[in-house]
C-alpha cells in the first residue's frame, strides 16, 4: 500500500493569510508514460462529505476557487489557499489513485482561523 | 443532476451483518466505478470496496472476506454487504464515485453521497 502524510496535522492561520498543506507519499504516484501525478485534495466541512477540490495534483476541479492551488510531482505535494476565508474551514485530505486499490488518503490536516 | 443517496445504516451487534444501499441518479452504475469509503468517529477516511464497470471488485484488506460490494444494474443501485461486524467497522460509510465528471480519474472520487452510520456495538 502507498502510505499517506500530511504536514501539519493542523494550522491557525489569519484571515487573508496563506495556508500550506504538505503531503508525503512513500512511493512515487507519477505515472511516467503520461507524466500526470495521481495525487486529489479534498475538502471536508464539519458535518459534511468530502468535496474534490483538485485532481492530478494540480488541476481545479471545476467551481472551485482559485485561491486554492496544487503543487508537486513524485512523492512531495502542496496544496496552498493563497488568502484564507472564513469559509475555508475545514479538514484537507490528500489521496493517491495511482495503484490498483487500495486507494490510500492522508491522515487529514485542520485548518482554523487564527 | 448526478447524485448518490446512501441507506441502510443502524446499530448492529458485534459479529452481526448489514447491507447498505446507494442508489445513484444522473448517471448509470453499470458503465463507472463505485466505491465505499468510510470515516470512523473522529477520524479520517478510509477506502473501503470498489466496483468497477466491468464487474470486477475490490476491497480493503481490512473487510476482505467481510464485506462484498455488488450492484443492481436494473435498480442503478450498489450495495455493501457486511458480515462478521466488529466494533471497529463503526463509522459514516459513503458512496462516491470515480471518473462520472472528470475522465480517467479512476480512484479519485468526484461525486459523493452524504453518508449513513453504521454503529457495531452491543
Known amino acids: 500500500d502507498i502510505v499517506m502524510t500530511q504536514s501539519p496535522e493542523s494550522l491557525a492561520v489569519s484571515l487573508g493569510e496563506r495556508a500550506t498543506i504538505n503531503c508525503k507519499s512513500r512511493?512515487?504516484?507519477?505515472?511516467?508514460?503520461?507524466?500526470?501525478?495521481?495525487l486529489a485534495w479534498y475538502q471536508q466541512k464539519p458535518g459534511q462529505p468530502p468535496k474534490l477540490l483538485i485532481y492530478w495534483a494540480s488541476t481545479r476541479e471545476s467551481g472551485v476557487p482559485d485561491r486554492f492551488s496544487g503543487s508537486g510531482s513524485g512523492t512531495d505535494f502542496t496544496l496552498t489557499i493563497s488568502s484564507l476565508q472564513a469559509e475555508d474551514v475545514a479538514v484537507y485530505y490528500c489521496q493517491q489513485y495511482y495503484t490498483i486499490p487500495p486507494w490510500t488518503f492522508g491522515q487529514g490536516t485542520k485548518v482554523e482561523i487564527k | 443532476e448526478l447524485q448518490l443517496v446512501e441507506s441502510g445504516g443502524g446499530l448492529v451487534q458485534p459479529g452481526g451483518s448489514l447491507s447498505l444501499s446507494c442508489a445513484v441518479s444522473?448517471?448509470?452504475?453499470?458503465?463507472?466505478?463505485l466505491s465505499w469509503v468510510r470515516q470512523a468517529p473522529g477520524k479520517g477516511l478510509e477506502w473501503v470496496s470498489v466496483i468497477y464497470s466491468d464487474g470486477s471488485t475490490h476491497h480493503a484488506d481490512s473487510v476482505k472476506g467481510r464485506f462484498a460490494i455488488s450492484r443492481d444494474n436494473s435498480k442503478n443501485t450498489v450495495y455493501l454487504q457486511m458480515n462478521s461486524l466488529r466494533a471497529e467497522d463503526t463509522a459514516v460509510y459513503y458512496c462516491a464515485s470515480s471518473a462520472v465528471t472528470i475522465p480517467h480519474t479512476i480512484g479519485a472520487f468526484d461525486i459523493w453521497g452524504q453518508g449513513t452510520r453504521v454503529t457495531v456495538s452491543s
Open positions: 512511493r512515487s504516484v507519477l505515472y511516467s508514460s503520461n507524466n500526470k501525478n495521481y
Open positions: 444522473g448517471f448509470t452504475v453499470s458503465s463507472n466505478y
